[in-house]
C-alpha cells in the first residue's frame, strides 16, 4: 500500500521569500512522484514529476522538488516566491506501471505582499 | 488538444434527485478516472476505467453512485437519489497507457451542490 503525507495543511510566506512544501511517502516498491497544484476553482494542473531519471527535478513556473530516498521525502521548493503562486499544491504517488495515484491532503500556499 | 472537458460545471439539486456528471476525456486515452474533492476527505479515488472497462470502483462510496463509459470519448457519473454529504467537487482525469509515467489530466470539475 502507498500513502502520502503533506505537513502543513497551510502555509504562508511574502513575497519573494523562499517556498518549501513538505511530502513524505510511503511505497513498497520505486515510486513515481508528482506535484500538482490546484488554482481556486480549476482543476489539477501537473507541476513537475520524479520518474527515476533523476533525483532533483523541475518544473514549471520555478518550482523543483528532490527525492531523498533515504528521507521518503519529496518536497517542493520555489526559491521566490510570487503572488500567483498563491493556491493548493498536492503531492501525489504511484506505484511503477501502477494507475492509481494517491495524493496527500493538500497544502495551501498564501502569499503576503 | 481541447483538453479533459466536464459538464456541467456547477450542478445544485434538492435531496433525493437524480445527479448525472459528465467528462470527455482527452482523445486517445486509454484511461479514464473520478475523483471526489471534500474538505474533510480531500481528494478521493472512486472508479477508474481502462478502454471504457471498470478497473477499481472500490472507492464508489455507496451503491447510489454509478459510473458508466459506454465509449472512449464518454463518461457518466451519476448519484441517484442524492444527498447533502455527496455536495463536493467532482474531477475526471484521463491519460495514456503509454508516454508520460503515469501524469494524468484533469478537467476543471463539477461543484456539486445538494441541499
Known amino acids: 500500500a502507498q500513502s502520502v503525507t503533506q505537513l502543513g495543511s497551510h502555509v504562508s510566506v511574502s513575497e519573494g521569500a523562499l517556498v518549501l512544501l513538505r511530502c513524505n511517502y510511503s511505497?513498497?516498491?520505486?515510486?513515481?512522484l508528482f506535484w500538482y497544484v490546484q488554482y481556486p476553482n480549476q482543476g489539477l494542473q501537473l507541476l513537475l514529476k520524479y520518474t527515476s531519471a533523476a533525483t532533483l527535478v523541475k518544473g514549471i513556473n520555478g518550482f523543483e522538488a528532490e527525492f531523498k530516498k533515504s528521507e521518503t521525502s519529496f518536497h517542493l521548493t520555489k526559491p521566490s516566491a510570487h503572488m500567483s503562486d498563491a493556491a493548493e499544491y498536492f503531492c501525489?504517488?504511484?506505484?511503477?506501471?501502477?494507475?492509481?495515484?494517491?495524493f496527500g491532503g493538500g497544502t495551501r500556499l498564501m502569499v503576503k505582499p | 488538444d481541447a483538453g479533459v472537458i466536464q459538464s456541467p460545471r456547477h450542478e445544485v439539486t434538492e435531496m433525493g434527485q437524480e445527479v448525472t456528471l459528465r467528462c470527455k476525456p482527452i482523445?486517445?486515452?486509454?484511461?479514464l478516472f473520478w475523483y471526489r474533492q471534500t474538505m474533510m476527505r480531500g481528494l478521493e479515488l472512486l472508479i477508474y476505467f481502462n478502454n471504457n472497462v471498470p478497473i477499481d470502483d472500490s472507492g464508489m462510496p455507496e451503491d447510489r453512485f454509478s459510473a458508466k463509459m459506454p465509449n472512449a470519448s464518454f463518461s457518466t457519473l451519476k448519484i441517484q437519489p442524492s444527498e447533502p454529504r455527496d455536495s463536493a467537487v467532482y474531477f475526471c482525469?484521463?491519460?495514456?497507457?503509454?508516454?508520460?509515467?503515469?501524469?494524468?489530466?484533469f478537467g476543471p470539475g463539477t461543484r456539486l451542490t445538494v441541499l
Open positions: 501525489a504517488v504511484s506505484e511503477y506501471a501502477g494507475n492509481m495515484l494517491t
Open positions: 511505497s513498497s516498491v520505486p515510486p513515481y
Open positions: 482525469a484521463s491519460r495514456k497507457l503509454a508516454g508520460v509515467f503515469n501524469e494524468q489530466f
Open positions: 482523445s486517445g486515452h486509454d484511461y
